[in-house]
């Protein structure tokens, strides 16, 4: 099975709302990820965990904090954000936490987040 | 130069044509080539990925990777009006002590009955 969960599937909220996305993998993978999706986009990466510790931060405002309570679970947690933040969120994971030679992401089918 | 290139399209072919779709890269450090399909608002899933140079069959959908020219593709067969999505190509390398994928641009495929 390789599928990666993700809820909700819609969100609305408006600028002054904290909520959370949640991202789930029961693959045994080491790495997880956020990315965020405009339209006509390729994904754009916004976090990398790796072994439950997160190793990347691509730059993103603090307006948008992960947490990674343990290997198969990924939280987002969403607060004071922007119109322009609307985006579809996908989280995905992959085998290796690390190492050499790269590795195959699997994605979820993603949050799609409308900020008002 | 970007890392990977893809083009956008649209592509629009007839219901049961063969599809061709390539990215050229420039890094030649990449290892794994994906292919994800994306419909409209959903999630990329991923259709085929191949390790290295060499072809991979996978019913309709066969992926090639040439190392040497840094150009893969991905061929339809038989395609179907279910077919239309967008198709990402993505390239994996480690980076920094982590998975990294660089994507194309996405190519926007309709076929149509």
């Known amino acids: 099975d390789t599928e990666v969960t993700q809820t909700p599937k819609h969100l609305v909220m408006g600028m002054t709302n904290k909520k959370s996305l949640k991202c789930e993998q029961h693959?045994?993978?080491?790495?997880m990820y956020w990315y965020k999706q405009k339209a006509k986009k390729p994904p754009e990466l916004m976090f990398v965990?790796?072994?439950?510790?997160?190793?990347i931060n691509e730059s993103v405002p603090s307006r948008f904090s992960p947490e990674c309570p343990n290997s198969s679970l990924l939280n987002l947690h969403l607060h004071a954000l922007q119109p322009e933040d609307s985006a579809l969120y996908l989280c995905?994971?992959?085998?290796?936490?690390?190492?050499?030679?790269?590795?195959?992401?699997?994605f979820g089918p993603g949050t799609r987040l409308t900020v008002t | 130069q970007k890392e990977v290139e893809q083009d956008p399209g649209p592509l629009s072919v007839p219901e049961g044509a063969i599809v061709s779709l390539n990215c050229t890269y420039s890094?030649?450090?990449?290892?794994?080539f994906m292919w994800y399909r994306q419909y409209s608002r959903k999630g990329p899933e991923l259709l085929m990925y191949?390790?290295?140079?060499g072809n991979k069959e996978d019913g309709r959908f066969t992926a090639q990777v040439d190392k040497s020219s840094k150009y893969i593709s991905l061929f339809i067969r038989d395609s179907q009006p279910s077919d239309s999505a967008t198709y990402l190509c993505?390239?994996?390398?480690?980076?920094?002590?982590?998975?990294?994928?660089?994507f194309g641009a996405g190519t926007r495929l309709a076929v149509h009955p």
């Open positions: 995905a994971s992959s085998h290796r936490g690390g190492g050499t030679g790269g590795d195959v992401q699997y």
């Open positions: 693959m045994g993978h080491r790495a």
């Open positions: 965990y790796s072994y439950e510790k997160l190793s």
């Open positions: 890094n030649s450090a990449f290892q794994y």
């Open positions: 191949t390790y290295s140079s």
């Open positions: 993505a390239m994996s390398v480690t980076s920094g002590g982590y998975n990294k994928l660089i």
